[in-house]
């Protein structure tokens, strides 16, 4: 197999993803916005002249992780947001036309932007309703995806529920909270601040994910979309009492108003049943552990 593209590779994901596919003996060109690391391109891709740069003719495929991640900034900047998400794709599926290569193309989603009122589990046909620009910018990605898959390209769509795992950064209810708790014990405070925890998401470790993407770039349907996910829910208590646990502390939650999002699902899961039945996929780390490994990171 030729090499593998990963754009935001020293991102969260990235990283992750990164170690997956070196680790399957699978050669890695990983694009950010630093280059200390071997075999790490440092472009700007919402710059076209800077995608431009990217020699596609030895990729066998792409995993286009880049962009804005967190949903809850994206309220108060929706353009930049929009822009940016759909901005650098159309960038790189131009970039790689205009060399006349035809890599395989895994386009990383959201699994936000399903209807809030759709029955649970969320499966693939479920009905998208973006709740937040950021999830609107994914849409957008995959209206695009759908685009270029006219001009030939095969592109695959992942569909990720909530990630998370060792080395994420500010912004997710995981890294907050844990930050909050080392730093209480070491002050010695007995309060942490929190957004609202009654809410229950479908929580996957990333090193899980990380193994569907590599899987679904070699095993996945082109045109089709994966849900990737644990298909279960757990509310943000469960995460709180499960970080406190591994750090060996016990503090009081207290509502921080800036935590609270405008708008907010009481419930999301999905069904993985598509993604395991054709890369045979199953998420394999349980919660507790995933949370003992993100405190134990910090």
């Not at 694009?31 to 990729?59: A, Q, R």
């Not at 790189?92 to 936000?112: D, T, Y």
């Not at 998208?128 to 995959?142: C, N, R, W």
């Not at 898959?149 to 909270?177: T, Y």
Request: proline share 6%.
């Amino acid at each position: 197999m030729d090499k593998i593209l990963i754009t935001g590779a020293n991102g969260f994901v990235g990283q992750h993803l990164t170690h997956e596919l070196t680790s399957n003996g699978i050669e890695v060109v990983g694009v950010g916005y630093s280059s200390d690391t071997p075999n790490m391109l440092s472009l700007d891709l919402t710059n076209p002249g800077e995608c431009s740069k990217l020699d596609f003719s030895h990729i066998f495929g792409v995993i286009h992780l880049a962009g804005l991640a967190a949903v809850g900034p994206s309220f108060a900047d929706p353009m930049k947001y929009i822009t940016t998400n759909m901005g650098i794709e159309v960038n790189l599926f131009e970039a790689a036309l205009k060399q006349k290569a035809n890599p395989k193309f895994l386009v990383i989603s959201s699994g936000s932007l399903y209807d809030p009122k759709a029955p649970l589990p969320l499966n693939e046909e479920s009905s998208t309703i973006p709740s937040s620009p950021y999830a609107i910018s994914k849409l957008g990605q995959e209206q695009i995806a759908q685009y270029y898959s006219k001009l030939g390209f095969k592109c695959i769509i992942a569909r990720p529920f909530n990630h998370i795992g060792p080395n994420q950064g500010p912004g997710f209810i995981v890294p907050d909270l844990a930050s909050q708790i080392i730093k209480a014990k070491k002050d010695g405070s007995g309060e942490i601040k929190v957004g609202n925890l009654e809410a229950k998401r479908d929580y996957t470790d990333v090193r899980d994910i990380a193994r569907a993407y590599r899987l679904l770039l070699t095993k996945g349907k082109p045109g089709e979309v994966y849900n990737v996910c644990s298909g279960r829910s757990i509310d943000g208590q469960t995460i709180l009492k499960g970080l406190m646990a591994a750090a060996k502390v016990n503090l009081n939650p207290v509502i921080d108003q800036s935590k609270l999002r405008p708008t907010d699902n009481p419930d999301i899961y999905g069904s993985h049943q598509k993604l395991t039945k054709d890369t045979g996929w199953e998420p394999t780390i349980s919660i507790d552990q995933t949370l003992k490994d993100v405190i134990e990171s910090m």
